[in-house]
């Protein structure tokens, strides 16, 4: 799919973020409205706070509000949504599809959920992000993949890949994985995308059930294939749904 964007500069760092509205979030029980900013707005202020160059792709904000808040900082990309996959799936076929046109301009990234992630410091100057180059950088949660909700997460994704099983009893009693925070190198994003979209249009096209999927493939990608470069937790993302509003040591909070 062509995704129109702004002009970039070489060697680019950017936080990437996906706001689909207008879809029932199985995940929230709700559907979210359009062009409400409110949702974004500490994901973007984050951004801004950090001086980082962040991006929103959309698609129902208004071309007012895209004006309204679109500053040195933030740009908003409109979108047309697929709905073949669900919000959370979809998401990464526009983050690859872009990475494909601009990747030659981009350094370093991050993709992250919007509402309910933001930045606390910025990833791409600390030491221990350019002191490991080739790692794929991502949240976590403090509870291992063998758990209930993951087990029934995994349903569809387990009846269609060969091999999961055999991940579920191999990995289960590691840590579980938050595909709400994924960072690195562009060309080790851009090939994780690759891997990851390929996963969702052969095993999770016609899933059916009440979960989405998404943090199902996201673990079993990482744990199966990227395994050895994973980094994940502070100093990365603060513990999930922590709540750790004071906690300045790590580089996003994600709840």
């Known amino acids: 799919m062509a995704v129109e964007s702004p002009l970039f500069d070489q060697n680019t760092n950017l936080v990437m973020a996906c ?9 929230r029980n709700i559907t979210l409205v359009d062009d409400a900013y409110d949702l974004v707005k500490d994901w973007a202020e984050s951004i801004k706070a950090a001086n980082l160059q962040g991006l929103i792709f959309h698609n129902n904000f208004s071309e007012e509000t895209c004006k309204s808040f679109g500053n040195e900082n933030i740009s908003f990309i409109k ?13 990464y076929f526009i983050y690859r599809d872009f990475l494909h046109q601009h990747l030659q301009q981009i350094n ?20 221990f992000f350019i002191e490991n180059p080739t790692s794929l950088f ?4 403090p509870k291992i993949l063998n758990n209930d909700w993951m087990n029934a997460h995994s349903e569809n994704l387990r009846e269609n890949i060969v091999d ?17 925070i994924i960072g690195g190198n562009a060309s080790i994003i851009f090939n994780f995308l690759q891997q990851l979209c390929a996963i969702h249009q052969h095993a999770n096209y016609n899933n059916k059930t009440a979960y989405t999927g998404d943090m199902g493939a996201f673990n079993y990608l990482a744990r199966t294939v990227f395994n050895q470069q994973l980094i994940h937790g502070a100093p990365v993302n603060t513990v999930f749904k922590g709540y750790e509003i ?10």
């Open 164 to 180: 999961y099983a055999t991940y579920e009893s191999t990995f289960g009693n590691e840590t579980l994985l938050n595909c709400g």
């Open 108 to 127: 370093s990234l991050f993709i992250t959920d919007i509402t309910d992630v933001v930045v606390v410091n910025n990833p791409f100057i600390a030491s």
């Open 19 to 27: 706001h689909i509205t207008g879809v029932y979030d199985v995940n």
């Open 79 to 91: 979108i047309d949504y697929n709905p073949q996959y669900n919000p959370n799936v979809f998401r």
């Open 138 to 141: 991502c949240g976590d949660e």
């Open 246 to 255: 004071d906690r300045n040591d790590c580089w996003f909070r994600h709840k």
